[in-house]
Structure formats: C-alpha cells, structure tokens
C-alpha cells in the first residue's frame, strides 16, 4: 500500500472518530432538552431549568471545540 493511501485513511478514520464524537454530544444535548421538557410538563421548574443549563453548557462547550 502506498502512502497516499495510508494517508488517505489515516484522515477518514479521524474524521469519522469526529464524527461519532459529534453525535455523541448532540445525543447528550438532545437527552437533557427532552428530561428538562418532561420536568417542565409536571411543574418540576428547577429540575427543568438544570437540565436546560446542563444542554446549553454542552453546546457551549461544542461550540469552542
């Protein structure tokens, strides 16, 4: 194998590891939107808002990486 293509899959296999990395957080961020949404629904206020805060710290953080 020449390396053009080890470099080659080098480069997708660090993509694709962003890119799962990625999901993962958006799953994160998706999970705690829907616990703090639940909470809302049964009047829960605090428990909402942490979950909110927890949601928007990590796509604070997403967004600096």
Request: hydrophobic residues 50%.
């Amino acid at each position: 194998m020449n390396i053009f293509k080890i470099i080659a899959m080098a480069l997708l296999l660090v993509m694709v590891a962003g890119l799962r990395a990625e999901d993962s957080l958006l799953e994160q961020m998706s999970q705690l939107n829907e616990a703090g949404t639940q909470a809302f629904h049964i009047a829960d206020y605090p428990t909402a808002l942490q979950k909110w805060k927890q949601g928007l710290k990590l796509a604070r953080q997403a967004k600096h990486n």
